[in-house]
């Protein structure tokens, strides 16, 4: 979510991420703002990197044709040797990047519903249109990844119980009280649709570990959330304190604590130290 960054930047980072203790490497969505591609950027992380899961997090489903994410995500799947195991998707709630994408933001949690039936008829091989045949390439995996839902509140939880495989929680001072009720909400919501399998558990919260980490972890939050206005950016930016060593350690004793399986943390900035020190305390942890 940073202006400027380079190519080598990202090939420093996906080496890092790829030698580093880590388990996955991920990218989010947003098509204001100086961001990337986010499926650009995953395909570079797919060839460029070895060992690590590419897990994108997450397509705004809503804003996107269901067999372009379809043949997308198959694609990343096999430039990585098999290693995209999971997709977050999500309603997204930014009016301006659907109208960027010239899609209707209305009716996008019902398009996601059928959306998500498409995906699987596409990386299951049907035919998609009469006469057209199938659509490639098939992922590594019969029946393509696991769908993760990102999802906040219960009703959309519970909607996304009847299909999801897990849910990503975010929190974003990564609090084990809010990811805790996330999965708390998400246990209930696949028992009551009659799920045998529990869900995923995946979390994600900001942090920084760079130089000056409390200034520019609060304006990386700010900027993050200055299309809210001022006095939502403001409240956020003042409530993330993950900016030492401690406080991220503490972070994710809250999200283990919480019964995370795997949590995503989000830096502020794209210096370096950001992942080696997380690294270092990774190691002393």
């Known amino acids: 979510m940073k202006d ?25 969505e947003r098509v204001h703002g100086p961001t990337y591609d986010m499926r ?54 930014r009016e301006k990047d659907y109208q960027a994408m010239e899609r209707p933001i209305r009716g996008r949690y019902q398009r996601m519903d059928e959306q998500v039936v498409e995906l699987r008829r596409v990386w299951n091989g049907e035919e998609i249109i009469a006469g057209g045949g199938s659509i490639g390439p098939a992922p590594t995996r019969p029946g393509g990844p696991q769908l993760l839902a990102g999802a906040l509140g219960p009703k959309s939880i519970a909607r996304c119980a009847k299909w999801a495989d897990g849910l990503y929680a975010w929190s974003g001072n990564g609090e084990q009280a809010e990811l805790a009720n996330a999965f708390a909400l998400a246990n209930n919501a696949w028992a009551e649709a009659g799920r045998e399998q529990v869900p995923y558990r995946l979390g994600g919260f900001w942090y920084s570990l760079a130089d000056n980490a409390e200034q520019r972890l609060y304006d990386y939050v700010y900027d993050y959330l200055d299309i809210a206005g001022p006095e939502i950016a403001t409240a956020m930016a003042r409530s993330v304190h993950r900016h030492n060593a401690d406080a991220v350690r503490e972070g994710l004793d809250n999200a283990e604590a919480a019964g995370c399986e795997e949590v995503f943390l989000v830096p502020a900035t794209a210096d370096l130290s950001e992942i080696d020190r997380l690294s270092d305390l990774l190691a002393r942890r």
Request: charged share 20%.
């Open 4 to 28: 400027g960054l380079t190519r080598d930047d990202y090939l420093n980072w996906f080496q890092r991420v790829d030698e580093g203790p880590f388990h996955s490497v991920s990218c989010g």
């Open 40 to 93: 650009v950027v995953l395909a570079a992380a797919a060839v460029a990197t070895k060992r690590v899961k590419i897990t994108p997090t997450l397509y705004v489903l809503p804003m996107h044709p269901a067999v372009a994410v379809a043949k997308e995500v198959a694609t990343m799947d096999i430039l990585s040797g098999g290693r995209v195991e999971q997709v977050c998707v999500g309603y997204g709630g």
